[in-house]
């Protein structure tokens, strides 16, 4: 399989601009996709922001398998790490996040009591492409301060926004690893539109995507598409059916693969197929910042 990454110059860019702005924040806010919370993780976005209190939201919870997301909540917890499941979509768990960074400074806030002082609280979001901080940026302040789309690269600068309550709001592009090793990584964060599709066949990232579901949620797969037994079968064969199905079809009769996968794609990022996480905690060990 070709080699799956992307790492557009403006992500290099904005790596510096991440670092630069550091010591005007306080507090360090990685939104993730609960549909991967490991996946989603940047080795290059921890290495550069640990030194500051960080909370991790789990993002898209309404996408994900809820069962799942419990897990990686305790599983975060067990270490010592905080985490909110939230959905930007719902409104679920929003109101979490100004009273976990209040909490996080907590000292620094009694310090600038202490002078008279009341100083605004500087929150840096940070996270992959597509994962919704700017999304949950707007939820925050209640209106459309910040561009928002449904594929990666939209943030281009960085972008302050003020809310009411003496908190300010660090808007910043998505930024990618330069490089996956693992390219199970590569396609997870392909599935869920982290990584832009035009970098690789759109077909290729559903058959992977179809092998997963056929292991994990076989009966959800079939019951969308009313397949019956769809065991033993090739990512390829499964959509090959679905395009038949969908009435996917070029001259000739053969199945146009590239509206079959376009089909597939998109019902699994808007959970038409159901709610599905693509990673288990108990295969990783995470890192524990
Ligand atoms: N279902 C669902 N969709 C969401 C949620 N949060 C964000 N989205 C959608 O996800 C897409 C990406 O949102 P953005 O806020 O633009 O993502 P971003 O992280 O700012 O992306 P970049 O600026 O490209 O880094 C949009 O279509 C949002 O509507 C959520 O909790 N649930
Ligand atoms: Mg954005």
Request: net charge positive; glycine share 8%.
């Amino acid at each position: 399989m070709e080699n799956l990454q992307w790492y557009p110059g403006h992500m290099a860019k904005t790596r510096r601009m991440l670092e630069e702005n550091l010591k005007n924040v306080d507090v360090i806010v990685e939104v993730l996709d609960a549909r991967i919370p490991h996946s989603g993780r940047n080795q290059d976005i921890d290495d550069l922001l640990s030194s500051k209190p960080r909370i991790i939201l789990l993002n898209k919870f309404d996408l994900a398998d809820a069962n799942v997301t419990d897990r990686w909540i305790k599983a975060y917890n067990d270490k010592g790490i905080k985490v909110i499941p939230i959905s930007c979509a719902t409104g679920g768990g929003i109101n979490k996040i100004a009273p976990m960074a209040k909490e996080l400074i907590k000292d620094r806030i009694a310090r600038d009591a202490e002078r008279g002082m009341r100083r605004n609280i500087k929150i840096m979001i940070v996270g992959i492409p597509n994962v919704g901080k700017s999304t949950l940026i707007n939820k925050l302040v209640g209106k459309a301060a910040t561009k928002t789309g449904d594929k990666p690269g939209i943030t281009r600068a960085k972008q302050w926004v003020r809310l009411k309550d003496g908190l300010e709001l660090l808007d910043t592009p998505g930024i990618l690893q330069p490089k996956y090793e693992d390219q199970k990584i590569a396609l997870r964060l392909a599935y869920t539109g982290a990584i832009k599709d035009e970098i690789m066949e759109v077909e290729l990232i559903a058959y992977s995507l179809l092998e997963y579901l056929q292991v994990h949620y076989n009966d959800m797969l079939c019951a969308r598409y009313k397949l019956s037994d769809i065991t033993g079968l090739k990512g390829y064969e499964i959509l090959d059916l679905i395009g038949r199905k969908r009435g996917c079809l070029i001259s000739g009769g053969e199945i146009d693969e590239k509206r079959a996968a376009d089909i597939v794609l998109d019902d699994f990022r808007s959970a038409k197929i159901g709610k599905i996480t693509l990673e288990l905690p108990e295969d990783y060990n995470e890192k524990t910042n």
